[in-house]
Structure formats: structure tokens, C-alpha cells
């Protein structure tokens, strides 16, 4: 019984056990009971569940003990089925049992009629055994279906019973109840055949599987079953329907004592496969399953042991090779069950594995066998490799005009030895015309002529050597000599007779097919080749003849004797020699015989003598035969060498006397006409006449051309002549010639001609015409004359000796490479033939390598030897070693290194040379590496030539100048080391901040319109968006619409246009008439010559230049001009790069310039009585705006009024301001100078950069920067357009807070000692020398990345910031003087979020553009500045919380809390924050030196510039006007531009009075020499066309501390009146 493990089981567990113990004892008792009861009447019994199914069953659920238990599915229906038969009726019973008994006895006599004389223990076949159906278990159902039996049947009443039952009439009510209530089941076995049976399973069981337990007590309780049954009829038998079912209280309701159907178990019924309990038999006894779980450690290794990790003792172990835990386990188990299983565990129970064989490197594996020994599937298989057809099939350099290959195929002509439509006579004719070429080839080279001469002066050189050493003894080196002598004699004389019968020969197969072709001839009565043999005789002097011949037959014979001789003599001291071993062998099997006699006397005496003998002939038997006695060689028989040499030379030569015949055939002769050839012969000349070629020139396996089509002549000719030109771009890999014959509209291959890529050498006009032999394997056969092809030929009577002839020829065809203009040859260069240096196989064959006619020239061969790396140690290159060490002289060096692989190198990619020297992967690997040329490169091409040479030029050209200071664009040294400084710090940034690029959001990457609101402020459909189709249109007042933006990815050049709308003008300065001398008055003037046409104040029109792209407007009049005018600018990206980055990091600026275009007349000339008068039109420079691209970028649209820089002086023009109101109110009254309206913006609309979206590292206090996060967080909600900032990042990328910047600093000590009692010109001398540090916004330093923000001291070192490192240093500034000063956040034209600074002075606030220098009124009109977010000072940052943000309509008023926000209050206190800024300022003096030397370089570049521009026309330079403007510039400096104009001008007057002068000076703080350059530029000074011109250039450089420099550039033209 299975006994439950369950530790915290319940009581109806407990009580479940106890009952099935009390049913184990009584069923036990119930046994004995029914065995007893067996032995006296056997009755059939009903079995519910057969015992080798159950024992299988108990097995599987042995072998799943983890499967919990189920109660029995068929219990139900088993206690209704006992309920029902309690209520039977007692006379039905009694009835029952006398049927019952009546039965049994005879059920019993017949079944010992039917019982067979086999043992009961007998096995019974597959066949006949009974089988049992189960419902716990998944039967596949195409076993079940084998067998006959329901599945769902478990048990079935034997037919004999109710055969039997029938027998003894109609069956009664319970008969029929029974019928078909019970469950019916077949015959159970004979009890005793039963238990053996089971008792044999039982054993067997154990002993195969040698399992204990489970198995045995199942088979126990199924076995009892059947005797369950039986009782438990019985008893229902006896049970009457009143009797109560519990009698008594005491009685215990589980112990009822009924019969053994009380202790049925049902179970699920279970069918198994007749094939699923064969293989389960099989399995049981072959198979071995090993389990997969765990096995423990104790059992792995010895009693008492523990596992040792030697990993854990220091011990290097290697890494095991990965392998699942369940693979392990299942192996581990199987490796246990054998005998010598524990020797594969190791130390530390796990199986011992070595560490993982999988190497870094490949290594090949040791053969320790010989590769003959080796079993075939082990030998290595060696391939060879095919490289790709489509590797290197470019020639480099052919898309460059120079790269301009050509191929010349010239197909002259091919002729056919063999042809299907060939008459028999054409057969011979061929024949004999190969027979006459090979004739003529041999009589050309004349080896029996050469051989001949070889023969005789080597023999008359042997003999003159014996005549001179006869007398003397000849010394060995001496016989040496004469024995190579007579062995090169006899080589030389047999090859000359080899030869001298091949030429006889020949000759007589040329006259035998003569013969034969004369014969045909004669036999068909017509002529079909023009072929006729002549056979020339030319006559000998018999005598000279004859004595030739015995000459040679003599010294023939005298050789062939010597040669005998010397045989003869060499074989007799071999025969010597082994006749002398041969006795000695015998001597000593001799002494053996003796010795072995002595020996079996001594020991053997009782042995007969008769025995020994016999034992001692069979010892000695095979002895002598192996030393056979040797045979004396035998004498040469000089009597029939004479003989055989005279044979020999009648069959070979000319018989002496004979005339020399020479044969010599004509193509004269005549063909017979068709009308006298019979019908065969005719249809195939037809068919010949009917069919024409033509060849396809394939080049790399694509067709390129074709040559005309040729028809097929008489004689199997055809004609061509063609030269193709093929322009290369692939390297050649292969030419093939395609013949095509043609009938009628059908053209079939005949052949394919495969050419040779001829050497680079080989040009075209040098290169002979070549022969290349073709032949084709078609059958083809005729029924008229033609012999076909690949057809049995016989041109003997009886039609023996056939042959078959395939259809064959020559093409005649040269292939060489052009020649260009100038005799250039049209060939690439040797590195880039096909299989050219790289190729390993090429380099293995030496005649792919080298060609065949290579192969005779030594030095070629030592070449390919060397490229090759052939192995000298290796047999096969012996010879060619040995050869090479002759040619050398004895020299062969071994390569220093040992191959392992000789292919090796075919299977590199390609060599690492050629990779560097890649310009593709170059361009890839400096994309890949985020270089700045290369980092936005979309598309790489795709092929090495598509790749220019200039892609890298400015790469290069960086890399170079990367260590030198370029002095030409700095020109100062402090400037260029700061250059440098600034492009470490920019590159640093860029590669910092590159991750974080990379953190996209959803809208980065997908753009989708937005899903309009039902109501709101936004792109509502109903709400605020329906009033506004109510609106009333306003044509006079248009509003400008929001364009859709469009992102960068997709543009290229042409794509992004620049929209400059110029609309007006004020307060333009106006012409001054000018006097040309002294005390001249202006009504003198306007009499001149030259005087201005049409008395005008002014007539200006604007030039917008960008990227050197000039437009203008029309010309206005007037100094204050309406134009409204759109000019359109393309713009062009640094290197094509149309990013964010690269766009915010743009450099080009746009300028816009307002000019005065001027009218002289030049002359007037009477033509056709009437007068005309010419005119020039001269345009004066008047003052410009400068807007950076990134701003526009930044801003996407830039819209306002601008105040024009025009120049302290403008020569010719006065600034008189026109006092003129408009409507009563004067707009200009509260600042100076000229003013501008335009509107700027960029079509199509970009996206502007993201700042990026990173926390930064900080020192700050961690609630300062969540309070500042949520103050920023709060004001952007509230105040979305109004910039707002409390932390900044500096130089070294970390947050700090904004009011740490502020700190009163002191400007430099000389600029206060200029204005010692004025204050206010001391301030505005200072805010001039902040504004001449050079400006240079963060997104165009860092591409847009990040806006950092430098301290004072580094802003002063590197020279160059933007808005808020001015800002800052000039607030500063202030603070130190005594000033009450904040820094405004705020926006401005045109650079959009900018930083000024206020200041509190005489009761009112001014506001400084700390960039310019300026500074205005809070009421100013023209204020640059347009918004105010907030003020910041050392204390506290404040949010402008006001309705409005213009400076005009707000207060600064900072104590009200009402109108500005502080971030420190009561609730959030100063924390007392120390400065980032140094406590003072170290300046560096000035130097007036290196400032005056500046000065001169910067003059001669520009005048160099100047006349760059003027091509066309010569640059003169006025000395003297240049003088007086170098003395006037420090003047301007000094007084800053102011009051010093009019002096000036009556100064020049004076100097060049009959000169018109327009001129001015430009201000510019000095950083690099391009800016100063690009503003001359835009001034057009150098667009002056008057032949008579002059120009002067003056430069001054103004120091100040700290090398800030103050750069002025006077300007001006000079014509003379």
C-alpha cells in the first residue's frame, strides 16, 4: 500500500489511512476464504481490472511519484449499481440462484472439454491475450483502432455465459436487468494459470528493473479485485430490502462486513497499444532512461569525502564550456549506472570538462598520422579559392577624364579545318593542307638540319680530344669528360633520327593523300577543292651521296660498338661483383649447416637421422632460393649492329642517289560547275551558299558587340576585318569571341573563342594577329553530300577504319589596348590588371602569373619565385630551385618566417595598405568618429572612384595647421593660441554633450499634426477659433500667418532661401555740395562741368550682400525712402551640412547697406546734329547693419527697426537731422543717427536647436537647485514669453547659480585716468572698451549644443563671448564705480535672448547695449531692447511679473512685489552664496608695438583684397590723401567719432582741392582679419568704374589693457575734376 508522506495532513486523511488498513486485513481473510472455495467449483468470475495492465500502470506511476492522488471516477456508479440490487425481490433471487447453480455445473463440464493439454504456465501470444482499456491515460488512437475493442468498454461478459444462458430459455426481468445494467467483462483465466502468471510478471519485474515497494503492492491489491467481486455479488445476493444498512451503534460504519466488493477500487480503465507494450518491453530490458534531476553529491564521490575546489586553493582553472544543468545531470546519471562511471567525476563532484576549446585565434590541428593512414572522411580536402566575379571591377581613376581606357578587338578572320556541310573531297583537302602547313612549319625550324651539325661537331670535338690525350694517361676528370661527350652523342644522334623519320614520314602522308583525293576524284567525276600537289625533284651527286651515307653508317657502327662495348664491360664488373656476394653467402650457409648439425647431435640423439635431414633441407630450402646464382652477361654481337644500323637507315633516310623531293601545294586548280555535279553534291553547295556567320564580342561575359554577318564561302572561309574600341571601366576579367552561324532567320552557337587580357604593354599596331584553335562537339548530319559532324567516317571501300570528325577551325584575331592622342597609351597601369599583385592563386601558377613566354626568361621566373613565397624546403619546388640557384649563381635565400597556410593571403579581405589607402572607408571611418567635415555626411558613395580627392583637402589641411598658428587669419599671436584654446573647449563640449544629443523625444523624430481642441485657446475647431471667422478683413492691416516648420534632414543646396523685406528709412544722411577751393561759393560750383544732375538731397537704395550674394532695391529719393521690397538670398550650408548643429553654427553674416546712387556726367558729344550727354552712375556707401545667420536661425524671423551704423565721417554728406514733424510728433527726438525697418526671415521655416535636455554636475546646495527648478517651472507656466533663468552652466560644464556672477570688479586703471573729473565720459569709455571685445555667440562656438556662460577673467582671456559674458563683465564694471546696476534677461533685435544692463543714475534709468556701447533712455523709441524677463544682481534675481514687458511701459521699481517676483525671500532666504568671479582683475599692459605692427599687415591685406576685386582695372593709390587720413584716425579714436567731422573735411579740402572725394571711416573691435575683410567688402568701395580714380586706405590699431584692440579702416576715391 502506498503510505502517505504528508506530514501535516487532516483527520479524514488519518481516518482514510486506518480504513484502508482494516480493508487490507479483511481482504487478506477473504483470499483464503475464496481460494478455498476455487478448489472446490470453479466459477467464472467478473475482473475489473487485468493484472498486467495494472502492473504496467503501477510502473508508470512508480515512475511519476511527484503525481498527486485522485479519487476513482467510477465509484458512483458502482453503489447505485449495489443500491439497485438490494432492492430486488426474494423470489427473483431464489430463482436466480438455482439458474445459477444449474450453470455452474455446466460451465464447468465443458470448460474441461475446452481446456488444452498446455501447461497452465504457458505465455500466451500477443495475439490471444486479453486487453484492458483505461480512461486515466492518453491512448494515440491509431492504436487503439488496431484492436476490435471500444475504449470506453472496461469490462464484457464471455459469449459463452450468455449462450449458455439462453440455451435454458427466455431470460427473466432480472436476467434482462442484469443485461443491461451490469458491466460485462470477459473470461477471466484458470485461478491457478492466473497467480502464476502474476507471480512470474512479478519476478521478472523486480529483476529487470530491481525497483521494490510500489509495484508489488499494487499488483497485490489488483490481484485481490477479482475475489472482491465475487463476495460482493454474493452478498448483494443476501441482502434484503428491510434490513437496515448500519444494524447497531457499536457497529463501525467503515468495518462492514459484507464481502470483498467493499474494498473495490475503480480506477480510470487504461488501454495500451499492442506496438506501445511491445516497445515498453523492449525498453524495460534494453533501454536505460537516466533521470535529469540532481544527482546528490555523496553518491558522485567517495564515503567520507568532500568536494575540493581547487579555483578556491589559488589554482588557475580554465573556463568550462557552457553547458545546461539538465544535460549535465542526465549525463551524470548515465555515467554512474557503469562500472567505471566515478573515474569521469572529479575532485569537485561535478564531471571533469576541460576548459572551453573554443581559442581565440585558430590554430590548425596536429595529423599525427600520416595523411595515407589517415581514414578518407579524416583527410583534408583542399579547394581551391574562387574569388568573386565581382570584386575589383572597377578601374580605379575612370571616372576622371584622364582614367580613359580603350580595348582595340580587331577580328580578322576565321578559317574551318572541319565543317558539317564538308563533301569528302574537303575532308582530304583539309587534311592534306594540315599536312603540308606542318610540312612547312618543320622545313621553317629545320631540327634535323640543326641537330645534324650539333652530331658532327661534337663528334670531330671528342676525336680531336683522344687524338691530343692518346699517348698520355687519362686522369679521371679527363674520362669524365669524354663519357659526358659520348652520352651527349648519342642523345643528339637519336633524337636527330627521331626527327629525320618524322619528316619522311610526313612527306609520305602528304603523297598518300594526294593520291587519295586524286582517286575520289577520279571516282565522282567532279572537282570540289581547288587543291594540286606538285612534287619538286631535285638531283644529287651520287657519288658525294653515297660516301655521306657510308660516312655515317661507319661512325654509327663505330659508336653503337663502343657503346656495346662499354655496356658490356659495366654489366661484366656488376656480374663480378654480385657473383663475389653470392659465394660469400654460400660460404657462410655452409658454416650455418655445420654448426646447426653439431647442435641437434648434441641434443637430438634419439632423433633418426633420416628426420634431421629433412628438417635441415627445409631450413635451408628457401635460403637458397633466395640467393640465386647470378648469370653471366652476354658478349655483343658486333657482326649485327652493322645490320640493324643499315635497316634502320633505309626505313629513315634517303636511299643514297635518291632525288630530293619537295612538295608544293596550289589552290590553282578549277571546281566543277554546279551544272555537271550530280543532285547530292549540288543541294550542298546550296546549303552552303545559304549560310553566313557572325561573332559577339562578350567582354566579362556581357555582349558589347557583334561583327557583321559574313557569308560561309566555297572554301570554308570567312572574312571580317572589324576593329572594335571598347572604352573601359571594369577591369577585364575576360574577352570571348561567340561564332553564330546563320540559316535563314535562325542563328545558332557554333563556338565560343576564349582571348587572353593582353599585357598593359601590348598596344594596338604592335600586337600580331593570333590564332586560337575552336571546335565544337554538335552532331549534325545530312542526307545529301555533307559528311556532318560528329558522324562515322570511312573512306575505305569495305567502310573499315572510321573515323569521327567534330566540326573545328582557327580564328584569326588580335587583341591590344589603344592609343590616344599623342601616341598616349589607352592602358591602366600594371597595379590594377586583373588578378594582378593581390591575387594568391594568381602568384601560385606561374604562368597565370607571369605567362607562358615568361617561363624562359630567368628573371621573370626569380620574380614570381619571390612573390610567390614559394617554400625551397618543400620536394615539389625542387627543380625550380635548383634552377633558380644556377641562374643566381648559387645564391637562394629561404624567406625568414614559416608559412603555415600558403593560400592565406588569397583569403585576406584585402592587404592593410589597401585599406588605409581606401578613400571610401576613410570617409566612413571619419563619419563614423563624428569628425566635424564629416558628421553629417547623409550619403557615402558607393564606389572607391566615386570618391574626390577634395572630400578631404580641408580635413587634411586642419590636421596640418593643427599645432601652427595661422597668422594670416589671426595675425596676432595672443589670438591665435586663444583660437586654438577655444576650439579644445568647443570640441570638448561637443563630445560631451553628444550622448545627451541622443535623447530623443517623440516630437524629434515624429511629426503629426495636432489634434484640433473642441474648445480653447488652441487650433480649436469651435470656442475662440469661431469668432474669429466673424472677424471683419482687414486688407490695409495684414496680419502674417504661422508657417509650417519643416526640420532640416531632408534639405540640400538651393533648398533654403533668405526673405529680406526692406520696407523704410529715416534720418538718412544727405548730400553736402562741396566747393572746390576755398572761399569758392556753392553757385560757382553748381556751374561746373561736373556739377550734379538734378538738384537732389539724396537718392538711396539698400544692398543686402550674403554668402556674397549681392541684391538691391530700387533707388528711393530722399532721406527718409519707403521701399517694401522682398529680396530673396540662397543659402548654402558649411559642407553641405544642413543640421542643427552645423546650421546654428554658421559663421556668415548678412549685411545690409544703404547707398547713394550718384549721377556725373562724363562728357557730352554732338552725333547726327543733335546733342547727347553721357552720364556715369557712381554709388556712395552710407552705412550698413550687420544681422548674424544663427540669430535669424534662432529667432526664425527677425522684425523691427534698426539703428544703421553709419560712419563718424562721411565725406560729401552731412548727418543734419531733418526737423520735420509727422502729424506734430517727432519720432527721432530722443536718439541720433539713421534707422532702418526691415523684416528678415528664412523659407522654408527650420526648426530651431533644443537647448540640450541633461542635468549637469553642480557644487550648488541640492534644495537651492530644486527651489530654482520649481521657481523656473512656475514663471515659465505663468510667463511663457518672458526669458527667466537662476542657473547657469560655466566653462566646465556645471550648474551654477546666476548671482554668483555679480561682483563689482575694477575696469582697467588707465580708462579712469582718461576722465578724471567726468564721470560720465569715464563711463562711457569704459562700456566702449567692453564693447570691443569681440562678440561671439555660444551656439555658434558650441554648434547650438549649450549656452555656457565664462567668468570675467576667462572672458578677458579668451577674448571673444557673447551678450551675457559682456553683460556681466560691464555690470560689473559699474557696480566698482559706485553705480546701482542690474543684469536685464531679457529679448532684443536682433539677437533674440540677450542680456543688457540697467543702471539708476540723476533720478532716471538708462539701459546699456553692452555689446555696442550705447546707450538709451527707458523712453526710447529705437531701444533695441524689446522684453524684459528679469533682473539680477549679487542679492537676488527678480521675475518681471508686470502686464507688459516693454521697457517704455513698465517700472524697475524692484521693491515692489507687485511688479517683480524675488526668488530669495521670507520663505526662501539668501543662503549667502559666495562668487565664482576673482576679487580683482589682472590686466595685461598695452602694447603700442605690436599694435603698430598689426596696423601695417592689416593695411597691406586689404589693399592686396582691394585690388583682387578690381581684375579689370588698375588700383592707383593716393599717398597723400592716405597721410592725412592715418593723422585724422587717432583723432576719431580719441574723441570716440564726435566733433571732429567738420575740421576733417575743410582739412582734406584744402589738401586735395581739384579732387571730388567720398570716403568714410569703419570702427571694428579687432578678433580676426575676416570680419574686417567682409565689412571693406560690403562697403563696394572697389566697384568704382571711372577710369581716373585714385584710392587711399588708411588703418590705425588702438591698444587697450588686456589686448583689446580698436581697429578704424578710413576709406576713400578720388576723381579728378
Known sequence: MKELQDSGEDMGETLKRRFKEQRRRRKTKLLEQSSAQESQDDVEEISSIQHHSENEGSAEQAAEPVVGSRPPTGSKREMQHTTGSQHLDTSVKKYLEERLRAAMSKGQSLQQEEASPEPASRLQSFRDRDTVTRFDREVEPDKAGRHNVPPDISNRVKLREATRQAEQGLPTAEEAYKFFTFNFEPDPQHETEKINRKRQKQNKTTEDRGEEGGHEAEDQEDGDIDEDNQDEHEDTNNISEEDPLVRGEEEDLFLIEKSSQDFLEVKKAEYVGYQKRIQRERESELLFTPSSRPVPTSIKLPENMRPRYLEDEGLYVGKRPPMSQTNEN??????????????????????????????????????????????????????????????????????????????????????????????????????????????????????????????????????????????????????????????????????????????????????????????????????????????????????????????????????????????????????????????????????????????????????????????????????????????????????????????????????????????????????????????????????????????????????????????????????????????????????????????????????????????????????????????????????????????????????????????????????????????????????????????????????????????????????????????????????????????????????EYFRLEQLQEEFNFVTDEELEGSKRFRLLRLRNQEVAEFRNYKCVPGLEREVSDKVFQEYEKRLKDGEIIDTKEHLDSHRALVAKYLQKIRESVINRFLLAKHHYLLSDLVIEEEIPSIGGAGPGILGINLFKLAESKRPLKPQRKERKKVTAQNLSDGDIRLLVNIIRAYDIPVRRPQSNKPGQSPQSVIQGSDWLIGQVQVRPFVEVSFQRTVLQTTTADGPNPCWNEELQLPFSAPNGDYSIASLQSAKDEVFISIFDEVVYETGVSDKDGGKSIHTRAEKHWLGSVKIPFSTIYSQSRIDGTFKVNTPAVLLGYSKERSHGTNGGYDMRSLSEGAFITVFITIEPQLVPG????????????????????????????????????????????????????????????????????????????????????????????????????????????????????????????????????????????????????????????????????????????????????????????????????????????????????????????????????????????????????????????????????????????????????????????????????????????????DNRIAGFPLHLPFSEIRPIVEAVHSTGVHNIQASNVEFALAVYVHPYPNNVLSVWVYLASLVRT
Not at 1303 to 1322: M, S
Not at 1354 to 1367: K, M, V, Y
Not at 1381 to 1406: C, D, F, K, M, N
Not at 1507 to 1513: G, K, L, N, V, Y
Open 330 to 895: 542526465i549525463l551524470e546519471s548515465r555515467i554512474l549506472k557503469m562500472e567505471e562511471g566515478k573515474k569521469w567525476i572529479g575532485d569537485d563532484g561535478r564531471i571533469m570538462a576541460l576548459p572551453d576549446p573554443i581559442k581565440e585565434s585558430s590554430t590548425r590541428p596536429p595529423l599525427f598520422h600520416m595523411e595515407e593512414d589517415l581514414d578518407p572522411a579524416l583527410q583534408t580536402v583542399y579547394r581551391k579559392a574562387i574569388k568573386s566575379k565581382y570584386a575589383n571591377m572597377y578601374i580605379a581613376g575612370t571616372a576622371d577624364p584622364e582614367g580613359d581606357y580603350q580595348l582595340d578587338v580587331d577580328v580578322s578572320g576565321l578559317i574551318f579545318s572541319h565543317h558539317p556541310l564538308f563533301s569528302r573531297e574537303h575532308v582530304l583537302g583539309a587534311r592534306l593542307a594540315q599536312l603540308y602547313d606542318q610540312y612547312l612549319t618543320r622545313q621553317h625550324n629545320n631540327l634535323t638540319g640543326h641537330l645534324t651539325d650539333k652530331l658532327n661537331g661534337l663528334r670531330s670535338a671528342l676525336r680531336n680530344m683522344l687524338e691530343i690525350h692518346d699517348s698520355q694517361s687519362l686522369t679521371q676528370a679527363m674520362q669524365q669528360r669524354i663519357s659526358d661527350y659520348s652520352l651527349e652523342i648519342r642523345n643528339t644522334r637519336q633524337l636527330r633520327d627521331s626527327e629525320q623519320e618524322k619528316d619522311r614520314t610526313l612527306l609520305k602522308n602528304i603523297i598518300k593523300v594526294w593520291k587519295e583525293i586524286k582517286a575520289l576524284r577520279e571516282f565522282q567525276t567532279f572537282t570540289n577543292t581547288p587543291y594540286k600537289l606538285f612534287l619538286r625533284k631535285e638531283n644529287v651527286d651520287q657519288a658525294t651521296d653515297e660516301q655521306v651515307f657510308e660516312d655515317e653508317i661507319s661512325a654509327e657502327v663505330v659508336e653503337l660498338e663502343a657503346e656495346s662495348e662499354e655496356d658490356y664491360q659495366r654489366k661484366l664488373a656488376e656480374y663480378k661483383k654480385q657473383l663475389a656476394e653470392w659465394k660469400l653467402s654460400r660460404r657462410k650457409q655452409k658454416a650455418k649447416k655445420k654448426k646447426r648439425k653439431k647442435k641437434k647431435k648434441g641434443q637430438l640423439q634419439d632423433d633418426t637421422e633420416e628426420d634431421e635431414d629433412q628438417e635441415l633441407s627445409e631450413s635451408e630450402g628457401p635460403e637458397e632460393e633466395d640467393c640465386p646464382k647470378p648469370e653471366p652477361p652476354e658478349r655483343p654481337d658486333f657482326d649485327s649492329i652493322e645490320q640493324q644500323v643499315r635497316e634502320k637507315a633505309s626505313r629513315i633516310r634517303r636511299k643514297p642517289g635518291e632525288s630530293v623531293l619537295i612538295p608544293e601545294l596550289h589552290a590553282s586548280g578549277n571546281i566543277t560547275a554546279n551544272d555537271l555535279c550530280p543532285r547530292a553534291e549540288v543541294a550542298r553547295r546550296e546549303d552552303v551558299a545559304k549560310r553566313s556567320l557572325f561573332i559577339k564580342i562578350l567582354y566579362n561575359g556581357k555582349e558589347v558587340s557583334r561583327t557583321d554577318s559574313r557569308s560561309l564561302n566555297t572554301d570554308f572561309r570567312v572574312h571580317f576585318g572589324q576593329i572594335f574600341n571598347l572604352k573601359i571601366v571594369n577591369c577585364p576579367q575576360s574577352i570571348n569571341l561567340q561564332v553564330f552561324e546563320e540559316l535563314g532567320s535562325s542563328c545558332s552557337l557554333l563556338t565560343q573563342v576564349f582571348v587572353p587580357v593582353p599585357e598593359p604593354s601590348v598596344l594596338t599596331g604592335s600586337g600580331p594577329l593570333e590564332e586560337f584553335e575552336f571546335s565544337s562537339n554538335q552532331r549534325v548530319m545530312f542526307d545529301h553530300e555533307g559528311v556532318g559532324s560528329d558522324v562515322p567516317l570511312s573512306f575505305e571501300p569495305d567502310g573499315s577504319n572510321k573515323q569521327t570528325l567534330l566540326t573545328s577551325g582557327k580564328l584569326s584575331c588580335c587583341v591590344s589596348w589603344g592609343i590616344g592622342e599623342d601616341d598616349v597609351p589607352l592602358a591602366p597601369p600594371v597595379s590594377q590588371q586583373p588578378g594582378g599583385i593581390h591575387s594568391g592563386l594568381g602568384r601560385l601558377d606561374a604562368v597565370t602569373s607571369i605567362g607562358a613566354s615568361g617561363l624562359y626568361d630567368m628573371k621573370k621566373i626569380g620574380e614570381w619565385a619571390t612573390q610567390s613565397r614559394l617554400d625551397p624546403n618543400d620536394p615539389k619546388n625542387a627543380s625550380i630551385m635548383q634552377l633558380l640557384k644556377v641562374a643566381r649563381s648559387g645564391e637562394v635565400t629561404a624567406p
Open 1250 to 1553: 533644443e537647448p540640450i535636455r541633461e542635468k549637469f554636475d553642480s557644487q550648488e546646495d541640492e534644495h537651492l537647485l530644486q527651489a530654482s527648478e520649481r521657481f523656473e517651472r512656475d514663471a515659465a507656466q505663468q510667463y511663457p514669453d518672458r526669458p527667466f533663468i537662476t542657473t547657469v552652466i560655466d566653462l566646465n560644464g556645471k550648474t551654477v547659480f546666476i548671482t554668483r556672477y555679480i561682483r563689482p570688479l575694477n575696469p582697467p586703471q588707465e580708462l579712469l585716468d582718461a576722465f578724471p573729473n567726468n564721470p560720465q565720459e569715464a563711463t562711457a569709455l569704459v562700456a566702449r572698451f567692453v564693447s570691443l571685445i569681440p562678440s561671439l555667440p555660444d551656439r555658434v562656438s558650441f554648434s547650438g549644443v549649450c549656452d555656457l556662460w565664462s567668468t570675467c577673467d576667462q572672458f578677458l582671456t579668451l577674448l571673444a563671448g557673447d551678450e551675457e559674458e559682456h553683460a556681466v563683465l560691464l555690470c560689473n564694471y559699474f557696480l566698482s564705480m559706485g553705480k546701482k546696476a542690474w543684469l536685464i534677461i531679457g529679448t532684443a533685435i536682433p539677437e533674440g535672448p540677450t542680456a543688457y544692463v540697467l543702471t539708476y543714475e540723476q533720478s532716471r534709468y538708462l539701459i546699456w547695449n553692452p555689446s555696442s556701447g550705447q546707450y538709451y533712455g527707458q523712453y526710447d523709441t529705437f531701444c533695441p531692447l524689446q522684453t524684459v524677463g528679469c533682473l539680477v544682481n549679487a542679492d537676488n534675481v527678480w521675475l518681471n511679473v508686470q502686464q507688459y514687458t516693454a521697457p517704455m511701459r513698465m517700472s524697475f521699481d524692484t521693491t515692489k512685489a507687485n511688479l517683480w517676483k524675488p526668488f530669495f525671500s521670507r520663505s526662501f532666504s539668501h543662503p549667502g552664496l559666495s562668487s565664482v568671479q576673482q576679487e580683482e582683475l589682472v590686466y595685461r599692459r598695452t602694447d603700442k608695438a605690436a599694435a603698430a605692427e598689426l596696423q601695417d599687415r592689416i593695411e597691406k591685406i586689404l589693399k592686396e583684397k582691394i585690388m583682387e576685386w578690381r581684375p579689370r582695372q588698375p588700383t592707383r593709390w593716393n599717398r597723400y590723401c592716405t597721410t592725412t587720413l592715418k593723422q585724422f584716425l587717432p583723432k576719431l579714436e580719441m574723441s570716440g567719432g564726435r566733433d571732429v567731422a567738420e575740421g576733417h573735411r575743410h582739412e582734406l579740402q584744402s589738401l586735395l582741392g
